[in-house]
């Protein structure tokens, strides 16, 4: 896969999880809000990139942090927060 995620494409992915969350299986709807959930996650990593690119900062940014366990850990509390 060669192809960079594009807004067109980002919009695919947050169609299938909206539709896969709407089903009936508890696989399937645990599948779709796991897509929602990487999404959401893309579109902070973008921003943060967005914020680190601004000009007229005077010290270059800190490298942003995008390691597996900020991920993992970051799914789990959005997880989390779904359930209460």
Known sequence: M???LDEQKLEMLRAW???LSSDQREE???AGKAILMLI???ELL???LW???EPGTEEPPNPLDVSPERWID???RRGA???T
């Open 2 to 4: 060669t192809d960079r």
């Open 17 to 19: 999880g909206e539709g």
């Open 28 to 30: 399937l709807r645990a």
């Open 40 to 42: 959401e996650e893309i």
């Open 46 to 48: 973008n921003v943060d």
């Open 51 to 53: 914020h680190a690119r």
């Open 74 to 76: 970051s799914l789990r």
């Open 81 to 83: 927060s779904d359930r």
